[in-house]
């Protein structure tokens, strides 16, 4: 259907998983020539690094956006415990690296556990209502 339109750019803004699948299909049908413009979004820039060889091969010539995360030691340090974690916990699995989820994600991990250590005291325990489920929605309330 897309390659009966009269529009030859398109820009790709789904997950991975699908955007992997479109960008094959397109290729299968001739759409990933010179007559074509194809842009990625981030949803799909962003993890790259885990995304099979067989779609880096047909995304030749394809404009992404990424999200850019500057190279720091500190960053590098994690890349490594990650890295061995991983492999650890992981031994049959080719190597991954992380992308940048995982960055946001250990950066929000970090964050709460900080937060948590600023806020908490030697005791805290979770206050919870008659049935005993904790129905708040508010993490402040959470400690007493």
Request: glycine share 4%; hydrophobic share 45%; proline share 3%.
């Amino acid at each position: 259907r897309l390659k009966s339109l009269s529009c030859r750019v398109f820009i790709v803004h789904m997950p991975a998983s699908l955007g992997s699948e479109l960008i094959l299909n397109a290729q299968e049908l001739g759409m990933m020539s010179q007559d074509y413009v194809w842009i990625i979004t981030n949803a799909i820039g962003n993890v790259l690094s885990n995304v099979s060889p067989q779609v880096i091969q047909a995304m030749q010539g394809v404009v992404g956006v990424e999200s850019y995360v500057p190279k720091t030691r500190e960053l590098e340090k994690l890349n490594i415990r990650w890295r061995m974690k991983f492999q650890q916990e992981n031994p049959t699995l080719s190597e991954t690296r992380l992308d940048v989820y995982g960055y946001w994600a250990y950066d929000a991990a970090v964050a709460l556990a900080q937060a948590v250590e600023k806020i908490a005291t030697n005791n805290f325990t979770f206050r919870r209502d008659n049935n005993g489920e904790n129905l708040s929605t508010d993490i402040f309330l959470l400690f007493v």
